[in-house]
């Protein structure tokens, strides 16, 4: 009599319990970490596209004093312009320069190269590419 009455008064969770369980985190991590992997894709994207106004500000400062954009700054050296982090997932670049025309790219890199919106590129006109919404 005692024995049964002990087994009685133990606790814990069952087997099912705990399945049950595993089974509603798998269910909101599934839903929840997608949404995230965006999230933070998202923040990088404005990372890049801040970095590539920033190279296209120094290209604009550069042609107040030469009145050409050609020989430009070294990318390198524009590229100080630009948060660290940005730099570790966006490559930056000069591209198409001419006495009065350049094209600033900013190609995403590593965990960014899936990016929906690929290459960010800002012309001395000021044309922004992609133009989706939500890429700059």
Known sequence: M????A????????????????A????????ALPS????VMKGRRVGGAACAAAVAQAM???????????DHPD?????NRCDPDALRFYDMDVVDVGPK??????EPTGRQASDSCETLSLDAAGTKSPDTVGCW
């Open 2 to 5: 005692q024995r049964n009455a």
């Open 7 to 22: 087994r009685r008064n133990v606790s814990g969770f069952s087997l099912v319990e705990l399945m049950v369980t595993v």
């Open 24 to 31: 509603i985190i798998g269910i909101l991590a599934s839903i």
């Open 36 to 39: 995230y992997n965006e999230h």
């Open 60 to 70: 604009e400062r550069h042609y107040t004093t030469a009145l050409t954009y050609e």
């Open 75 to 79: 990318v390198d050296e524009l590229d």
């Open 101 to 106: 025309a350049y094209t600033v790219t900013a």
